[in-house]
């Protein structure tokens, strides 16, 4: 053929060919490369058609159409070789794929690097894979795996990164062939029966990474032969065993495993109780982490275990979370290399070492949460600290007011629940670096300086004064905080002013529980769509709600509760489409509630009582908002009957619908209700995580995250009295349809809700009897059916409802013997009265059959009916008469005589009048 092109073309012109067929193929990579092969591309979609969910739609680019633009190769997830146009890597890393892995991966001979890890694919790791010999990276960890690892995956000889996870593994010797392997993350598998898998790890000579969390080592029988070498020659230079339940019996095959090149160790999550004296010569190691380990043990002998010549090198310990006790001692000063040192949550309970401060290279310090004591230090300042936690200890202020350095290195500084008060920390004003500050529930009862708002103009990120006495006017302060990640929480003080200004880009703000007013319009400056949490609560803010909701798509709580707010709901609520909880309770809206609601589907919470929404209860609460477990529309103007829909609330466990004006009947489908009926509460269901991260380049992660737990509560009527609940909301299950015109019986379906503790269904038009089976509600707490027209007999089920400490039938029609029980008998008659047939105690009232009782007789009537007198009797009435007289005028003679006591007791008498008068006022214009 090169001899048929030379007879066409003249030399010249055939050299300017070649040239121009080297130019394109070199500029193949750069422009136009070549697509995808058909097999492999069949490959792929038949890889997708085994995959049931694709929740981010990680694989909608994976079509079948033909077109020239639908090439493999720029589906998301695939890279192909741009001269040869083979798939070499197939990334769908956390992309919570549901599915199983397809064999026709096999097809895919060229693939270099396999990452499906963090999924949720199921059923046995294929076999298949071990035929893609090119692979050098292959991650399947963080699924649904069941089985055995195959052991055919020690012929895929090139791998370099091996993560699996969630298998069993009888036997390693496979892994030994993997002789290029560096790292290896084997989290999640149970190595409980591969006996020797310290053997086989020594023998991977290149290995660096070797992540064993959770493996079930404590139950491994011998981890090592008796063959190892003493002298341990390990490559690892990262190491982790966290969480399987390892006691020191361990540290003699880690010897084997740990050498001078190891730099990070993690021991986390096990039993040990303490460190042995070898890792403390291990010269390379810069990180250590020991947290959340059961055993008690002096934190100084732990540090004296480690005061080989790890401690010149060693940069990062993380110790939080175990029972050290003592105090922080003086051999710190050892470890002069520490940057970071973290012993959070511990039971250190003595005094910080004046030591910690000269050690010159410390940036991080977090002993929060033990039981430390003594005044905060003076050397605070001249230390290189940027991040200092010292929150929840028994730690005072200073002996007295110094005067830190301007040239502090502190950005962050909590010092949450000390003992800093009564005064403002006026010395904080120096700390001219400052971006994070928290002195919540610190004792403060001081008015805040002026000049504290300017300190840190836009530097100031986090702020939290929460929890405190302090009073002082804010009113465009919060324009100061423009990082771009902001929390700020002054909640529970005496704040007041109106706000005006507030950062843009705000991801927490809490002014609850002040006295602020003014409108809210000023919501509408944040515009970032940022915010995650916020709460306006108690306060005295009014006007409407701002109509620009559709900044806060990523909002997960609202709060605007207990203010004057007033006009309806806002259209824009459409696009609060990560709201978790509502509360906007204790205003004066009004309208009916808005269909745009039904767009926030993640709301588990609604609390908009005590307003004055109209109107039917819409239908769509029960269809569209179906991760409801509270919902409270108490003290409205809501009409109509109870929507059956709400039967489909299966996650409800608080319903209050009471103080409207409902009627209908009950819908016997509330037994649907399975929250109410399964036993079992999750604590954690009225708390909203909220997660932000935070960059600073000095800080050892790189990365810090910061978590904010909002933790829902809930206002409700107990025992006749209004309560908070909060960290026990997740235990309460209540049902209040009380003061309604509801008519009907009461359902029979009712009674199968086990779980119920609290039900009140009185001030309505109820007729019929009560439900025989009542008695099965075991868990109530609470029963009111007062002020209905129920009639028969109570059932005798009722004498087994031995946990019932409020009870109330009153004014009813009931009749017949109130059934006898420990409980039944120990209420006040009250809780019975008005019921004409019932009879028995704790009535007075004797049931027909029941012995009658006595009638007294006349004052001086014998025993025998005679004319004589018993003379004890007699003299028992003259005394009585006798001391009521001289009582009475005794009483009434010294509020004649004495004008001070007359005055005092009728004002009391005319306060009481007056109180008495204003709950009847308000009740009746509530009603």
């Not at 005061?307 to 010149?312: A, D, F, R």
């Amino acid at each position: 053929m090169a001899n048929n092109i030379c007879h066409k073309f003249p030399p010249l012109v055939f050299s300017l060919f070649l040239l121009s067929l080297k130019i394109t193929s070199a500029s193949t990579p750069l422009g136009h490369r070549l697509q995808c092969i058909d097999k492999e591309r069949h490959a792929l979609l038949h890889f997708k058609e085994n995959v049931h969910q694709d929740p981010y739609g990680r694989l909608s680019t994976w079509t079948r159409e033909q077109e020239a633009t639908n090439d493999c190769c720029n589906w998301e997830g695939v890279t192909c070789n741009n001269q040869t146009g083979h798939v070499t890597t197939l990334y769908l890393h956390y992309a919570q794929l549901q599915g199983k892995i397809s064999p026709s991966l096999l097809n895919l001979s060229y693939l270099n690097h396999l990452d499906l890890s963090l999924n949720d694919f199921h059923g046995t790791i294929p076999m298949s894979i071990a035929s893609l010999t090119k692979l050098r990276y292959l991650g399947l960890s963080f699924n649904s795996f069941h089985g055995t690892i195959p052991p055919e995956i020690g012929n895929i000889t090139n791998l370099q990164h091996l993560s699996l996870g969630g298998c069993t593994i009888e036997n390693l010797d496979w892994l030994s062939r993997l002789s290029h392997l560096e790292v290896l993350d084997m989290s999640g598998t149970s190595l409980a029966k591969a006996s020797n898998w310290v053997n086989v790890i020594q023998s991977l000579q290149k290995l660096s990474d070797l992540y064993l969390t959770e493996c079930d080592l404590s139950q491994v029988t011998h981890p090592y032969s008796s063959y190892v070498n003493s002298s341990p020659s390990s490559s690892i230079t990262h190491l982790y065993l966290g969480d399987n339940n390892l006691n020191s019996s361990m540290y003699h095959w880690l010897f084997q495993l740990t050498s001078n090149r190891l730099v990070h160790l993690d021991l986390s999550g096990n039993n040990l109780d303490g460190i042995p004296r070898y890792l403390g010569s291990l010269c390379g190691l810069t990180s250590l982490y020991f947290i959340n380990n059961t055993a008690a043990f002096r934190f100084s002998d732990f540090l004296c275990n480690l005061s080989g010549c790890i401690s010149v090198a060693l940069q990062t310990l993380n110790a939080g979370y175990n029972q050290f006790t003592g105090s922080l001692p003086d051999n710190i000063q050892q470890f002069t290399s520490l940057v970071s040192l973290h012993l959070s949550n511990n039971m250190l309970n003595g005094t910080i070492s004046e030591k910690v401060w000269d050690l010159p290279k410390l940036q991080e310090l977090d002993v929060s949460s033990n039981s430390l004591k003594g005044a905060i230090s003076e050397n605070i300042g001249k230390s290189n600290l940027w991040y200092l936690d010292l929150s929840n200890n028994s730690i005072e202020g200073f002996p007295s007011e110094p005067h830190m350095p301007n040239h502090s290195y502190i950005e962050s500084i909590s010092l949450r629940s000390c003992k800093l008060g009564p005064g403002f920390l006026k010395w904080i004003q120096t700390l001219k670096n400052l971006t994070s500050l928290d002195i919540a529930n610190a004792g403060i009862s001081d008015a805040i300086p002026v000049k504290f708002w300017n300190m840190w103009p836009s530097q100031l990120h986090g702020l939290d004064l929460s929890s405190n006495n302090i009073t002082g006017k804010v009113t465009d302060l919060l324009s100061n905080f423009d990082s771009g990640y902001s929390n700020i929480n002054l909640s529970s003080n005496n704040f007041y002013g109106s706000i005006e200004h507030v950062s843009s880009s705000l991801f927490q703000l809490d002014l609850s529980r002040n006295k602020f007013y003014g409108e809210i319009s000023f919501l509408c400056q944040i515009v970032d769509g940022k915010v995650l949490s916020l709460d306006l609560s108690q306060n005295s803010f009014t006007g409407k709600i701002p109509d620009c909701l559709w900044h806060f798509k990523e909002l997960g709580v609202l709060n605007l509760g207990q203010n004057n707010l007033s006009g309806k709901i806002p259209s824009s609520v459409e696009y609060l489409i990560n709201l978790e909880a509502l509360y906007l309770y204790n205003n004066n809206l009004s309208g009916e509630l808005p269909l745009s609601l039904k767009s926030c589907t993640r709301l588990t919470f609604l609390e908009l009582k005590g307003n004055k929404f109209s109107g039917h209860v819409p239908d769509w609460i029960g269809e569209k908002l179906s991760g409801l477990y509270v919902l409270s529309l108490t003290s409205n103007y809501f009409v109509g009957s109870i929507p059956l829909q709400l039967c489909h609330l299966v996650n409800l466990q608080i319903l209050d619908l009471s103080m409207n004006n409902l009627n209908g009947t009950i819908p016997s489908c509330f037994n649907n209700l399975t929250a109410m009926v399964q036993g079992g509460f999750s604590p954690y269901q009225n708390v909203h995580h909220v997660y932000f991260y935070t960059e600073n380049n000095q800080t050892t992660l790189g990365v810090f995250y910061e978590n904010i737990d909002y933790v829902d509560y809930e206002m409700m009527k107990w025992q006749g009295s209004v309560r908070e609940f909060r960290n026990t909301l997740g235990m309460v299950k209540s049902i209040d349809l009380s003061c309604n015109n509801l008519t009907g019986r009461v359902p029979d379906e009712l009674t199968n809700l086990h779980e119920l503790i609290a039900l009140n269904l009185s001030m309505n038009a109820l007729h019929g009897e009560i439900p025989s089976k009542i008695g099965l509600m075991k868990s109530l707490l609470q029963l009111d059916l007062s002020r209905n027209k129920l009639s028969g007999r109570m059932p005798t089920s009722m004498s087994e409802m031995t946990s019932l400490d409020y009870l109330d039938v009153s004014c009813n029609e009931l009749s017949g013997r109130i059934p006898l029980s420990t409980q039944l008998q120990s209420f006040e008659p009250s809780r019975y009265t008005k019921n004409k047939g019932l009879c028995g105690p704790p009535l007075t009232k004797y049931c027909p059959g029941d012995k009658e009782l006595e009638i007294p007789r006349a004052v001086g009537q014998s025993e025998g009916g005679g004319e004589g007198v018993d003379e004890l009797e007699r003299w028992f009435y003259i005394g009585g008469s006798t001391g009521f007289a001289t009582g009475f005028w005794i009483a009434c003679g010294t509020l004649l005589v004495n004008r001070r006591g007359r005055n005092a007791f009728f004002h009391y008498f005319n306060c009481m009048k007056d109180w008495v008068y204003v709950k009847v006022m308000v009740f009746d214009l509530k009603w």
